[in-house]
């Protein structure tokens, strides 16, 4: 039935009535001459009914042999409508513009996906296969699939499998990556421990090899704490990978300057312009400023972005000028310098004490820092075997 309707209107039909004369012999005669008739209906001897706009020339002859009268009484379809509106070019040209655009774009990415993947990020991924040429605006019809997978395995060693799959306007990539094997002590290095650090043994754990010095033994940097050489219990020995850790008190030193007089570098100015993104398309709203960050925002909906946004830059002009800081601001900065500096020096190590000294001479701030740390010393040392006859 949508079929016949749309059929209907494309072809074009009318809607005629038909009075005086003979209504039977009317009907009769058109059904003989091939001449369909719809929704027939008859009020007080008029007859209305539905008939194709190429019939309709030929029951003007129908009419006069049955002595009935008909008028049309409305034209539906499309051929009509054009004909109406034929002298309205830019409405006939921004409908044939519609379809067009319609049947271009439903052939381009607007979108694609990443799945599959965890260690290897997706921004990796898309630009490898965007290089292949599958990114939006790209026409699916022009990528080859096999081969721009086994391109995209090549250029990726973490991939072991890819495969691209069109839904509509996007673009699915999934991957799968190689399966990675814990990190397994190798059995056939021998090595020994020895101490990272100056310091005095409070607490020593042995996992495997032979221990060389005691809690409270005081140690320098290099001394073997742990021997790769273990003795078996038939009184023979043997070599193996030393392991263990060995926390020790150790002090540690940290000196800092920082200067009160220093260049820095002021904003004098800033240019902003835009540029407008579209598929594959980017167009420039003015003059890009130097040295800009973008600033990117594409439209979206429901929750998906489409490739169609506005790209904002901003290039902020600096001068370089000379500063001099009071003691007190220079004493603070420098602090939070020094903090700042010694934050990752001192991760993982617990300070028990410190001393610090700080002083302001020639504007200059210099801070000595002495530090009680508690850490583990321990550092493995590889060794080779000699074999002698």
Known sequence: ????????????????????????????????????????????????????????????SVAKKSGMTVRIKKKHGLPFFLRNHRRRFGLIAGAIFCVLSVMFFSTRIWRIEIIGNTRVSS????????????????????????????????????ITWANINF??????????????????????????????????????????????????????????????????????????????????????????????????????????????????????????????????????VNGVSLPAGISRFIGIDYAESERILNETDAVLLATLRYAEARSDEFRGKEIKNSRIDLTVKDECVNICGEFDCIENIAAEAPFEIENTP
């Not at 494309?10 to 719809?38: D, K, S, W």
């Not at 019809?141 to 395995?153: F, G, K, N, P, V």
């Open 123 to 158: 921004e990796e991924i898309a630009d490898v296969f965007a290089s292949l040429g599958v990114r939006t605006g790209a026409a699916s019809s022009d990528i080859d699939q096999s081969a721009t997978e086994r391109e995209a395995l090549s250029r990726l060693p973490e």
């Open 1 to 60: 039935m949508l079929l016949m309707r749309l059929i209907g209107f494309l072809m074009g039909y009318v809607t005629f009535t038909a009075r005086n004369g003979f209504p039977e012999r009317f009907i009769n005669l058109c059904r003989i001459a091939g001449i369909p008739l719809r929704n027939l209906t008859s009020k007080d001897s008029v007859i209305t009914a539905q008939t194709d706009r190429a019939q309709y020339k030929r029951i003007r």
């Open 167 to 300: 839904s509509g306007c996007t673009a699915v990539i999934e991957v799968r990556e190689t399966v990675t094997k814990p990190d397994e002590a190798d059995s056939n290095t021998v090595s020994n421990i020895v101490a990272a650090h100056d310091g005095r043994i409070v607490m020593m754990r042995p996992f495997s090899g032979t221990p060389e010095e005691k809690t409270g033994s005081a140690v320098i940097k290099g001394d073997l704490l742990i021997s790769g050489i273990a003795e078996n219990k038939d009184k023979t020995l043997r070599f193996c990978r030393a392991e263990g850790y060995v926390v020790a008190e150790t002090v540690r030193c940290s000196d800092f300057s920082f200067r009160q007089k220093f260049v820095a570098a002021r904003k004098i100015g800033s240019h902003k312009s835009y540029t407008l993104h579209f598929l594959l398309w980017n167009i420039p709203l003015g003059k890009k400023p130097k040295n800009a960050f973008p600033d990117k925002t594409l439209l979206t």
